[in-house]
């Protein structure tokens, strides 16, 4: 491969710099021995009335923890719950909320993506914007709460 062909040159510096910029969004909030990593939303349409945050949650403790609730500024949206999507037995997805908390079992890191474990804002008060942050807390049995910043992106 000839690197000093200006086409590749420009598709190492176009991924060079996607890279960095992907990396210098990534943050992460600690309570305890619980690590929350890098807690972002998607954009929002004008009109839309929900939103979804996704994070991670490492426990590097002996002991298991429970993720009791989530709550977002009134400023962002009116509600925020917890939520799991599944495949049920005839193959369609099915969304539910979490009502009794989610555990976080001792040495194991859940995650919070598309198409699993989320964080559904309801009521949405504004828009969500490529590049906005706001505070979001999360209540465990053990730890605590800690707030954290979500990015959108």
Request: with cysteine.
């Amino acid at each position: 491969m000839n690197f000093s062909s200006p086409r590749i040159f420009q598709i190492l510096v176009t991924c060079a710099v996607l890279l960095s910029s992907a990396s210098s969004h990534a943050h992460e909030f600690s309570i305890g021995n619980l690590t929350i990593g890098h807690p972002w939303s998607r954009a929002t349409a004008p009109a839309a009335r929900m939103g979804v945050v996704y994070f991670s949650i490492k426990n590097a403790a002996a002991d298991g923890d429970t993720l009791l609730d989530v709550t977002v500024a009134s400023t962002i949206a009116k509600r925020a719950s917890l939520h799991e999507m599944s495949m049920n037995a005839k193959g369609l997805m099915h969304m539910a909320e979490i009502k009794a908390g989610l555990p976080v079992a001792a040495k194991a890191e859940v995650k919070f993506a598309p198409g699993g474990y989320h964080v559904m804002l309801e009521g949405l008060v504004k828009q969500l914007t490529v590049n906005q942050e706001f505070g979001m807390t999360l209540r465990f049995a053990k730890a605590g709460a800690v707030s954290v910043i979500v990015l959108v992106e």
